[in-house]
């Protein structure tokens, strides 16, 4: 997961393991510390079988999500 700002720049990275054995899927949140509550992009990369597959959520505006989360899944 990586977070962008209005540029470009990257404010941020994490990666998340999500499965850790047999029928095994956790569901880890991801905190980011901003210094502003600019609107910012994300990026999900979900890696699979058959490569690599990338969301992307532009203009994120952080102040909406005081106190909640946001929730991007895989599209199918």
Not at 8 to 25: F, H, P, S, W
């Amino acid at each position: 997961m990586r977070l962008y700002d209005a540029s470009g720049k990257i404010l941020g990275a994490r990666q998340v393991l999500t499965g850790g054995g047999y029928n095994a899927q956790s569901a880890t949140p991801v905190h980011f510390g901003l210094a502003s509550l600019a609107p910012v992009t994300v990026e999900v990369r979900f890696m699979a079988q058959g490569g690599a597959k990338v969301q992307t959520r532009r203009s994120v505006r952080p102040r909406d999500y005081a106190g909640k989360s946001l929730i991007i899944k895989e599209d199918r």
